[in-house]
């Protein structure tokens, strides 16, 4: 993306020594524009990196700044460069992604296989990649959070993999691991920072209802599931329980991936069990979503999402089913929608607002002449 920028890795010893040691000769020996990987390896270049794009200015795109700690390097990011920076999550592949890249794969391979760029990068034994990727986050990211029984976190782990797609109950987790409460929100807390797994909250109308109930917890990655759930083929993916948890585990991950401003994914949950999967926010129109993990439309797949219009008057008027079935542009007023073709669906469609630049001077000389 960047093919003439200077690019350094930390991670290499001579450069990550000069960082750490003499970081005003680092930058003699790199100039801006630069990629700086591995950032984390040295903390105290980002002072210095913020003295330098201060100097110019503010000039905007001199540092691109990344690192596989992700904890580590937002600590050290957010804290020194607030203002300064742009920060961007860099997502297991999408679905469409993966479309453009030429790459085809059935549903329970998919699941199985999950959305590392790694898995599809050379022939890679699946189990292997994800036990490697598991023993590295444990090493790289949880030990240094001072948790000191690893076993139970992995534990853990297991059993929320269990759960992906369901309710959070931290007093059944608290029970079943033997842990207190407040461990278990700290540990998905840890989790949610890490970028393992993400917090779905449930759409109420009025927005401080969406901070005290329930949420849903969700995995980033169907792969990492399976793999913690001991799943060891695509054959097996289609003769399990979880399926279904599975199939909405990729759908709403591709929500994620399309939609990384907070504040617009939702799902829907009434009293007497009505529950919508999944609900857009796009400006002040609500589009529901369903989602099966089944290949034929069934008319009692789209009673949920009939009976969320009803209740909300800024529901869209074509809510859809997304499912393993062909795209059908409406049935009893539902569309389906194959789960390949979902990230569409997803898409923002009401611009973001922009301040016109020259208005934004039109503004201040205003202002300056009031004043």
């Known amino acids: ?4 920028y200077d690019y350094v890795n930390l991670e290499n010893i001579t450069d990550g020594v000069l960082a750490r040691q003499d970081p005003q000769a680092f930058f003699e020996k790199h100039h801006e524009p630069l990629i700086i990987d591995e950032i984390q390896e040295a903390p105290d270049l980002i002072p210095l990196i913020q003295y330098r794009i201060d100097a110019s200015g503010g000039k905007s795109g001199q540092f691109v700044l990344t690192g596989s700690r992700q904890i580590d390097v937002r600590k050290s990011v957010s804290q020194s460069l607030v203002g300064r920076t742009s920060i961007v999550w860099l997502d297991p592949l999408s679905m469409e992604e993966l479309g453009r890249a030429g790459i085809s794969i059935g549903r329970d391979e998919l699941l199985f296989s999950g959305l590392m760029p790694g898995i599809y990068q050379k022939p890679t034994e ?12 444990l090493q790289r990211d949880v030990l240094r959070q001072n948790i000191s029984d690893m076993d139970t976190y992995f534990k853990f782990m297991q059993l929320l993999a269990g759960r992906t797609g369901q309710l959070v109950d931290y007093v059944d987790l608290s029970d079943a691991l033997g842990i207190s409460n407040k461990t278990v929100k700290n540990w998905m807390e840890l989790l949610e920072n890490s970028h393992l797994v993400h917090i779905l909250q449930p759409w109420f109308s009025s927005r401080e209802k969406r901070l005290v109930k329930t949420p849903k917890v969700y995995f980033c990655d169907t792969g990492l599931v399976c793999y913690l759930l001991g799943i060891s083929s695509p054959r097996q993916v289609a003769n399990d329980r979880l399926i279904g948890s599975l199939f909405e585990t990729l759908v709403v991950d ?3 991936k399309m939609r990384h401003a907070p504040g617009q994914l939702y799902f829907y949950r009434t009293s007497k069990g009505v529950e919508v999967d999944l609900v857009v926010q796009d400006g002040l129109v609500l589009h529901p979503f369903e989602i099966k993990s089944a290949s034929m439309m069934n008319d009692r797949f789209g009673s949920s999402l009939r009976y969320f219009q009803k209740q909300n008057p800024d529901a869209c008027a074509d809510p859809a089913v997304i499912y393993a079935g062909e795209d059908i542009p409406s049935f009893n007023g539902i569309r389906y929608v194959n789960y390949l073709h979902a990230g569409e669906r997803f898409k923002q469609t009401e611009q ?20």
């Open 254 to 256: 591709e929500a994620f």
């Open 1 to 4: 993306m960047y093919p003439d």
């Open 126 to 137: 699946i189990s292997t990649y994800y036990q490697n990727y598991v023993n590295l986050y």
């Open 352 to 371: 973001p607002f922009v301040l016109d630049v020259t208005r934004r001077k039109q503004l201040t000389a205003e202002t300056k002449d009031t004043c």
